[in-house]
């Protein structure tokens, strides 16, 4: 390929690092990156910021970085106009570096998924058998000493309510994902 060619597509395809004389007649290497929008489940953007490109051409995105810094558990490619989120963005397992490559000075418009709080779901399960214990105790035939003192309850169930509540609670927990997140669970 000429010297004229490739001078051509490299602005194209990215992938080189630029020297630039300023007037001092000194040789500044500018390492090529593009600006980032970042939105978190539709919502922003959230952050604003450049990102160096890395790899051997200087053209990809340190994916598992921005994953990592932002507690993000995956990103798509995002239309900010129609809020829609697109394909997620891959990378490599290995150097966490995406798949496709990006041009210097490109605008990429990101929707980031949050990492999982490891403290909700096990306050959840607490809570669930906190009240499934409770309901036990207060639903089996031999209720247990410590419960007779608090004199909590003085009628006795059959073990098919204590079934069917366990039953639609479940059921209740499985439909209700979204009714719980909205409200901050």
């Not at 602005?11 to 500018?30: A, S, T, Y």
């Not at 921005?66 to 997620?88: C, E, W, Y």
């Amino acid at each position: 390929m000429t010297e004229t060619m490739e001078d051509e597509i490299s602005p194209l395809i990215g992938g080189e690092i630029e020297e630039v004389e300023n007037e001092n007649d000194v040789v500044e290497r500018k390492i090529p990156e593009v600006e980032i929008h970042l939105f978190r489940q539709g919502k922003g953007p959230v952050v604003v910021f450049k990102s160096a490109l890395g790899g051997y051409e200087q053209d990809q995105l340190e994916v598992r970085e921005l994953l990592d810094k932002h507690g993000l558990k995956s990103i798509f490619a995002f239309n900010h106009q129609t809020r829609l989120r697109g394909v997620p963005v891959r990378f490599h397992p290995r150097n966490g570096r995406s798949l496709l490559s990006y041009r210097d000075g490109a605008v990429v418009y990101l929707d980031g998924e949050p990492k999982d709080s490891l403290v909700q779901p096990v306050t959840r399960i607490l809570i669930g058998v906190a009240l499934i214990t409770l309901m036990i105790v207060i639903v089996s035939r031999d209720t247990p000493e410590w419960m007779k003192k608090l004199n909590f309850s003085s009628m006795n169930f059959s073990p098919w309510i204590l079934a069917c509540v366990v039953i639609v609670f479940t059921r209740m927990r499985k439909r209700t994902k979204d009714f719980l997140t909205k409200r901050g669970w």
